[in-house]
């Protein structure tokens, strides 16, 4: 079993900065790769960002690439988000994740552990 916990969203405004962190607790973090995603109201929950067991490999959507950071400490337990340059189609609830896999996976179905999500609203 897997906890996961997010915290960090909340408003800001257009071309702001947000840091979501994610504490784990359970199965060991440091094996198994970690993903956050999001789901706009009448969208699918799409994968944003991904980072390996190890950090050493990370993955990002186009619609994020350049503008947010995934990065983990696995000696704290927890995958952080940096979000820079935000924009108002940046609304949405931000989830995290726990893969399978100790590998980035980006379909959804391979991620088996949830945090509860949080709101991130960006105002224009």
């Known amino acids: 079993q897997v906890q996961l916990v997010e915290s960090g969203g909340g408003l800001v405004q257009a071309g702001g900065s947000l840091r979501l962190s994610c504490a784990a607790s359970g199965r060991t973090f440091s094996s198994y790769a970690m993903g956050w995603f999001r789901q706009a109201p009448g969208k699918e929950r799409d994968l944003l960002a991904g980072?390996?067991?190890?950090?050493?490999?990370?993955y990002y959507a186009d619609a994020v690439k350049g503008r947010f950071t995934i990065s983990r400490d696995n000696a704290k337990n927890t995958v952080y988000l940096q979000m820079d340059s935000l924009k108002p189609e940046d609304t949405a609830v931000y989830y995290c994740?726990?893969?399978?896999?100790?590998?980035?996976?980006?379909?959804?179905?391979?991620?088996?552990?949830w945090g509860q999500g949080t709101q991130v609203t960006v105002s224009s």
């Open positions: 994740a726990a893969c399978r896999f100790s590998t980035i996976v980006v379909r959804t179905t391979a991620y088996n552990y």
């Open positions: 980072i390996s067991w190890s950090g050493g490999s990370t």
